[in-house]
């Protein structure tokens, strides 16, 4: 028997959603089979045995798993596994709590593995339903043909008879199960902060002319220039109230051209010349279009650079991904009005940068710093001189 580990596919997620197996329980299978779908909250991967094998399913579809954690079993044979299998059980029932199981008729209450008993609690199947099931030992997988039977706790039902007897109902794509999963577990485990600051783009207005990228280019390489000052907002963290400082000023930006929300890695921005990081995004925004991502496109991230630059968009919060401190965000162009010295009024071009940051490692006052530092950049000609050199 052999553990079919989940590898690492990023460095940026601890672990990842097994969207679904294509291959049966207990199926025969062969080495460098692709037996399972994941999605990190990068890109949609494919997970391969890495020995023939009959196949023991150990996690349902749609669970969550960290990496290096097993996700199945590989048996030399079919009876090999029907002979683990009886023995699973075997060890289920014996070790059952005393007093553990009787139900108020004096029969037996049914033994449910861990991931049976997290999947009922979840949909608020009820013991007596699982009853119905006439098993001594319940599976992942028999509480799950319950709820594809339609039974749900009473609250369930009750919002559901309320429901229109035409509503239409729509599952989510795996893609968007990912990214559902990522912002619960950030607002689980993040104490994020925010702030924002207003920045006048007179200067990039100005100096631009007709030279090839934007403000979101030229905001990238403001961002990847504070990384040595500012190097706690470019760390990952870790165990023990520990950051893991970036050695590169590798920024992600976000990408979402309608066929969902992708953060492809800008690499080394400090260092390499603006021209390159916006032939890069053009490159991104391409492959999302045609969902064909290079392997390594998410890698590395330190930073995150959300956009929000939809016209009229002025403010946004977007979450701190898990493993990152800092996301920084742009919002739209505005023009603003605003008073010379002696109190004549006038217009500017003005756009809104934001941080929302993990307050366990970054402080407010820090924040605010970083904010003034990426603004003086865009709004100084010599600086935006250098940062597009």
Known sequence: MRELLLPKFNNNDEDCVLVGWTVDDGAAVSADAVVAEVETAKALEELVADADGVLHRLVEAGARCEFGRPVGLLFDSRQERDDYLASLAAAVVTTAPEGEGEDHDGGPDPI???????????????????????????????????????????????????????AAVVSLSPHQRAVAAVVSEAHRTIPAAFAAIAVDLTAFRATRGGAPYGLVELLVKAIAARHADFPLFFATPGADHTLTLASAANVGVTVDVGTGLFIPVLKDAARRPIG??????????????????????????????????????????????????????????????????????????????????????????????????????????DAIARLAG
């Open 112 to 166: 449910l593995s861990d991931a049976a008993r997290t999947l009922a609690q979840d949909h608020g199947i009820r013991t007596e339903q699982l009853r119905t099931l006439g098993k001594r030992v319940v599976k992942a997988s028999d509480v799950q043909r319950l709820i594809d039977q339609g039974f749900m706790d009473q609250g369930a039902a009750s919002a559901a008879a309320g429901a229109s007897a035409d």
């Open 276 to 381: 390159d990081l916006a032939d890069d995004l053009m490159d991104f925004r391409v492959s999302a279009l045609r969902q064909n991502f290079r392997g390594d496109a998410f890698a590395d991230e330190a930073i995150t650079l959300s956009l929000h630059n939809d016209p009229d968009i002025i403010l946004a919060a977007p979450i701190v991904h898990p493993g990152r401190t800092c996301v920084v965000t742009l919002c739209a162009e505005r023009s603003e009005v605003a008073l010379t010295e002696d109190g004549t009024p006038f217009t500017r071009p003005v756009t809104t940068v934001a941080a929302t940051y993990d307050h366990r490692y970054l402080n407010g006052r820090d924040a605010v710093r970083f904010l003034t530092a990426v603004k003086q950049d865009l709004e100084t000609t």
